[in-house]
């Protein structure tokens, strides 16, 4: 595994919007906000083949709160971030900010939850509070919610996204795909005093590939594609439409439960 650099584009990143691109998750021509981003998502998306997009960070040129999203619902067809809901003060609500101002997908790259990835916190080779990025920024940013505080690492794992948004829209069967990479934290691993670590992720890097064959057991990355109902043709069949609301169909649950 190579180290990557910040400003040249991310594999894993790149397959992953082709994957979304193929599957119709993703259309070229799609209008797309990238939250939390930087460099390495522009260069992503380009070479994904995608255009119209929008980036915004905490602190950067575009100033956007992931928790706070002043866009309408419905704004932009897809909305994506890529290692930024992990920095949020609460990553499910900036989950669902994303996924309130879709109008058609959210894709998110997040660190994975398993016992390998817990395993290597105990190693010391993962982090428990994110020091490495703030110290790459000369502390001054990085952190919690982009400060200079190290935020906790939040990682995520398949069944609590389900959950998440399935809890938070009740309306429709969503689609989910989720893909796992395996990934060596270089960055964070040589700006460390301690080597050791660093050592010991060099000696065992031509073989991590093989944890991306159990991807949600042992991968310590994870990409989730949530594409959402299309409600004119995909609604349950138990909700009906009242106004703007959904509401208990009647019919619907008298044929299932009898008269109320």
Known sequence: ?????????????????????????????DRVLVVCGGVKDEASLREAGLRNFELSNIGGEMEVDVENLSYAEGSFDAVIVHSGLHHCASPHRGLLEM???????IILFEPADNLVTRLGQKLGIGQTYEFAAVQCNRLECGGWRNTSAPNW???????????TINCAAPFGPHRFRFHYRTRVPWRQLRVRRNKLPLVMAMLAAPVLRVFDAVGPVASNNMAA?????????????WLEKSGSQWIADRGWFRGKFGPS
């Open 225 to 237: 594609v949530i594409v959402k109902p299309d409600l004119t043709a995909e609604k349950f069949p």
């Open 1 to 29: 595994m190579i180290p990557e650099q910040d400003n040249q584009s991310d594999p894993f990143y790149v397959e992953v919007l082709r994957a979304a691109l193929r599957d119709g998750a993703l259309r070229a021509e």
């Open 153 to 163: 690492v939040y990682r995520f794992n398949a069944s609590e996204i389900r959950q």
């Open 99 to 105: 996924y309130r101002v879709a109008k058609r997908c």
